[in-house]
Nanobody
């Protein structure tokens, strides 16, 4: 069983930055692949970023365009999402997700078995 707790959301002006954190309560975090999704009101959940456990390959949604960076600290069982140049359309609840083993399809919602409760990010114009 994997429990995920996100933090770091908040209110930021357009062009600003935030760093989200997700702490995983699990034995063997280093063998867990992690991802971030977001969901705006009345919208479908959207893939943001993912990091594979075995080779640390990183994957990003098309809209990211170099503005976000995903990273992980296996000693702290934590994955981070650093977001720069935030835009108002980035306002959403951001969710941390996890799966055991390698990622097969990073953007697939069904790829991940475990989900956090989410953290709200609001970007003002």
């Amino acid at each position: 069983q994997v429990q995920l707790v996100e933090s770091g959301g908040g209110l930021v002006q357009a062009g600003g930055s935030l760093r989200l954190s997700c702490v995983a309560s699990v034995r063997g975090f280093s063998a867990i692949s992690m991802g971030w999704f977001r969901q705006a009101p009345a919208m479908e959940r959207e893939f943001v970023a993912a990091i594979n456990w075995s080779d640390s390959n990183k994957y990003y949604g098309e809209f990211v365009k170099g503005r976000f960076t995903i990273s992980r600290d296996n000693l702290e069982s934590t994955v981070y999402l650093k977001m720069n140049s935030l835009k108002p359309e980035g306002t959403a609840v951001y969710y941390c997700a996890a799966r055991q083993g390698d990622i097969q399809s990073a953007e697939g919602y069904d790829e991940y078995r475990y989900w956090g409760q989410g953290t709200q990010v609001t970007v003002s114009s």
